[in-house]
């Protein structure tokens, strides 16, 4: 099971690029980027829903959903920024450049998220050689760039 876990998780970040792009198309054909990145929740959403639906399962109690401290609640306000900011940037910036600042953005966070241990995270201490790697990616995204 864990060998298929890094293969569908290396097609998710493979995609990201791919969906940055076409978002981007539908954002300059539409006019608008933020009918876009709309348009592209609600395809998500049904997709997700059909797929809920042909797994049979169940749907969640009101009772469990309120059980979610408030802030479980802002993935999708997460996810709708995302997807503008890719939409928006992808055309200006270009894929490697949008993916290497995504990815550096990413590991700058995880290593604050891992060594406060919030979000349901473990705690990892934070380590000169963790900074060390981020600030070689944010070089990474510099050179990526200029060249």
Known sequence: ??????VMVLIAGSLLPLQAGVNALLARASGHTLWAAGVSFFIGTIA??????????????????????IVAWAGGLMGAFFVYCMAFFAPKLG??????????GQIGMS?????????????????????LGFLLMLSGVFLIKKF
């Not at 997700?48 to 401290?69: D, E, G, H, Y």
């Open 111 to 131: 290593l604050v998220l891992d060594h406060f241990g919030v979000a349901g995270y473990t705690q990892h201490v934070i380590s000169w050689q963790r900074v």
């Open 48 to 69: 997700l829903i059909l797929v809920f639906i042909l797994q049979r399962a169940s749907w969640p109690m009101l009772s469990q959903l309120k059980t979610a401290p």
């Open 95 to 104: 894929a490697a450049t949008l993916l290497a600042l995504v990815i550096s």
């Open 1 to 6: 099971m864990e060998g298929l876990s890094v």
